[in-house]
């Protein structure tokens, strides 16, 4: 289902919501009513009535009412002031007020409106002089389009929540209530959305966080802050060292650099404009030194770049750090780890000549296919081009060169891919990396981008063969993106039930009682897995054994044993399996020394399936 | 050589500088002259003269002329005015400038002055009413001692350098000549001191930072920020991997926690106030939060144990984090690596009961001893324990607990160790750790510091077996204190000449020439000893390989092979080993694969001795 289809028929929604609202409630005045990701809201102000989800039956029986009636959707245009006087006629006064600010101030106004305002005003040349209109029966709405021809042909719906939100976004002005729907096609694929809903809400990664222990946040920390456990740190380090293993094979190398710098490195650099108030400020006290919280690293990188002369015999050179870094998101946009002021980047730039461009992107590619295939999520490929507009820097011979490069390398790596021009940043082309999650969810996870302007604003070089000074090319790549955010999305992706490779806790010993030859026989195993680097935890504890298997259930151990007078007689252990590991038999009988060997091999081979 | 003996011999060899100064340049005038470690100084301004280097000569004459003459040191008091009067008789300002403020504000001044103009003045009940004075012959200086016998008694002594500095340390006052010079009871003492010098000069790790391309530092970054490039990583990344190994055994856990908290978390620990200027204050901009670079990290593991209720189950809970920490040291005070603004602690906190202190010591103090015992340096142990004074916070009886505690496993490890009262810090006793190294000199590593305030603030607690809320006791840990200030102590210790296991370039392989087999047959070595885990470089430019061989001793790599005919023909190679890797044979011959199946075992083992 492609998005121009699905537009039209969210957009028709939101006018038969408003058509149904305005039955049940004449008196209510509207705002404005756009298509959103998927779905569509109307913002809606009714005098002394509060609209609550118990109110959802009713308005859907309504807008049900209108989808059977096939109302055809009619456009018209009225001049701008029959326009404001049809407003004022209907008593719609946050209407009035749109069509009023754009006549007045013309374009400037219409400028400053947003998406979803200027989706009220008409298309093209005529928007100052005349507005377009949608009527269905007896509702008429100021409207640019598009609809659907009749309002039978809108798809599955469903009314999901109502919130307050402020008139043009603007907490002085008053607070309407905001509408939420979600719409498709059929009803199988909205039963399909709701579904996924549903397991994204069992899956949240915030709520898994605690269940699992993983992260926490502290009022004296802050907000945006999370702290990581020891099981969280074990996440977080385990797929660090990954992400760093993978590249370290084709020759990236490790750095360390400071998280602050002075504000004259990020002046340089251009990010000082670029990120604005998002910047932390960092002030000392003991001199007149001004520094920021780097929201980024490469900076920092090309500091060491430039530390000493560089030649072509260097290159390609490749630095990586799995670096911290800090924005200061505004607080209501903070979110779990996906939204976060410190996060940890797993960076790196390699300063390349001209024609290496291919070959360092290449395995960069590949080192991202390795990854995915280990956290099984598929990946797609986006090259992001330039298009023949204005703004971007470097020199056009350039861009050819590097864009051929990377088109090449996507057809030699057979990548799921496609072009998209006018897709670049303003310094380079970039290959996006797009990852598919368990429940069909897409997320951009990360990004090889070319740059052609850092090399330029610090002076970069480099000699070359000829032994003539040349300016190489940066070449920004983060497997995961952030830490944090790959974790939120990875969490979310396994439901907690992380692979033996990356369990927090690999094993779990339970002891049936608390005989000394019980507990000798769980230390003795608890030792060997420990000593073969395993990540193993006893459960000792007075409490029943029923009780015991279903705390290790929770915590998604991958293999729990249970120790009793059988295992202390024989040493012959019955493991039982997290369901998700597929095995031959899920109680498989083995003797605990060949069990925790097993456990060993697979946990060093980041394999996926057991094979016990 | 005690320092009570040392003491007043440095202190006479200021008395006789100036006599000596004095007789040179009648016309100077005194500032102070105290002790300084290894030595002492005087500050003297003498109008129109700038004593230089070449004058040390002249000085050290006089001075021995002096000496020789064997001049009784005599004490006499005065009252304050008579000492005014005296001062002003002698053409001397500066004393005459100490004798009244001391006489305007009595102690409070008094305690104003700094430890060196304290010296001026006599001790105890008197000091208001009267000053004292030691006279050598011609010579009469405010004093307070104490001196040697006669001017014959004070060993060897030399000057060393002379520098501008302003009277009583405030710019605003005119600038005088600071005048230093070492002493030692003995030639000997005195030689050796200066060998050691010049062998520190040699080791200075700035110098071997650059040399061997382990760091950098960015004047856009900002001084005292020092960024590590590939080489100096390794070394940060191997020790900081060692030093959580040897905890990992014990039971302690990784953590990770942002850079960054709210200021109240700091006010709430009590170092907002500790720490002062000397805190990096963050602003944001998007709201209206106020954050600082954290100093240290304990607040933050402190949230991470108050996150959920704790049981004596959980106890003793430990949390380990090799973890940035940011302090404003001045400009004027940074130093390499051993002063810098940004460093990163191998910290560690145990919460434990009261009964645990003494285990979870005693385990750090046995890592503390392995560890050092791999860096070849010895370790002495200083315990700090509280005197009878006031301002210890905590109650009597558990300092007696833990004081017991800590004198039972210094006892009980048979540790060379020394019990100091007064020294504790007013939160609890500490254990810390002195290094000596290869050239002699002592330095403060690490620490083993109890603390009972921390838990009070932030009211921690765990349920004992009783049932009831119990408060644990924090114990903070760094075995290397901060890497940095650690590389600065161990570069200069080594003197660049890393063990195997921490060299970042273990092997070289140079090629005699350019042709393909040559190369092939470094490639295979190459490409054999990276799988094996090790850090190799071949060197294939087209050089002699004199120059070649050279480099690789610049760059003080632990093993260096160069391949021609000979090796490609038969595989055998002859390793060159850096000379201070005692080996048997110093060139074997022995075939390749042998050759990194060694090494590689050598580099796992963390020993320092070659087994080639």
Redesign the interface.
Known sequence: MNKEELTPMRHSLAHIMATAVTKLWPEAKLGVGPVVENGFYYDIDIPGVAISEDDFKKIEKEMQAVINQNQPFEQSTKSIDDAIAWAKESEQPYKEELLNDLKRAGTTVAKDLSPEEMGTLAEGESQLDSVGFYTNRDFTDLCRGPHVEHTGQVGAFKLMRVAGAYWRGDEKNPQMQRLYGVAFKTKQELHDYLQMLEEAKKRDHRKLGKEL?LF?F?D???SG??????K???L??EIGKFTQELRERTGF??????????T??YK?SGHWDKF????????????S?E?V?RPMNC??HV??Y???PRSY?DLPLK?MENA?D?R????GELHGLSRV??FTQDDSHAFVAQDQIKQVASDLVEAAHEMYSVFDMELKFRLSFRDDGEGYLGEQALWDKAQAQIEELAKENELDYYVEEGEAAFYGPKIDFMATDAIGRQWQVATVQLDFVQPERFGLEFINESGEAEQPVMIHCALLGSIERFLSVYIEHTAGKFPIWLAPEQIRIISVNQEAETLQMVDRIEALARNKGLRVYADN?NESVGKKIRNAEVAKVPYTIVVGEKEVANGIVTPRVRRDISVIDAHPELHYEQFVQTVANESISRIIKSSL
Do not use: N
């Open positions: 222990d926490v502290s004296l920390v802050g802050l999370p702290l990581f456990t020891e969280g740190t074990i977080r380090e190398t490790r750095v360390w650099t400071p998280v602050i710098a002075k004259d490195l340089a604005g108030d998002e910047l932390f400020l960092v002030k000392s006290q003991e001199t030194d520094f919280l900076p920092h500091q060491i430039t530390s000493k015999r630095f911290g800090y200061d998101e505004k607080t002021r410190s504890d």
